[in-house]
Nanobody, 123 residues
């Protein structure tokens, strides 16, 4: 069984920082793109940042210059460092990754989500 387990998040005042971490676990053969999304109740889930297996990154305009995504391939982990947080960053943040693993003698690739972690920024 492969899965993504998130940690971090919490409550912070505007201007503060938080760090989210997401680790892939299980008998994983390889990991493709890894990213972070966020969702506000009643709204669609939106992309925050993504990092490819080769290390290329892409950010939502709203977080560009404030958030940094990174990955540690040896630890199968993706990190989102969030600085200069604003109240509008308040949301549930979800980790996402393409995971490849072997099952019944075959390689299987699937798109996986973490359980979500709440980030609350107060003004």
């Amino acid at each position: 069984q492969v899965q993504l387990v998130e940690s971090g998040g919490g409550s912070v005042q505007a201007g503060g920082s938080l760090r989210l971490s997401c680790a892939a676990s299980g008998s994983i053969s390889s990991i493709g793109d890894m990213g972070w999304y966020r969702q506000i109740p009643g709204k669609q889930r939106e992309l925050v940042a993504v990092i490819t297996a080769g290390g290329s990154t892409n950010y939502a305009d709203s977080v560009q210059g404030r958030f940094t995504i990174s990955r540690d391939n040896a630890k199968s982990t993706v990190i989102l460092q969030m600085n200069s947080l604003k109240p509008e960053d308040t949301a549930v943040y979800y980790c996402n990754a393409g995971l490849t693993y072997m099952r019944y003698g075959r390689y299987i690739t699937g798109n996986y989500w973490g359980q979500g972690t709440q980030v609350t920024v107060s003004s």
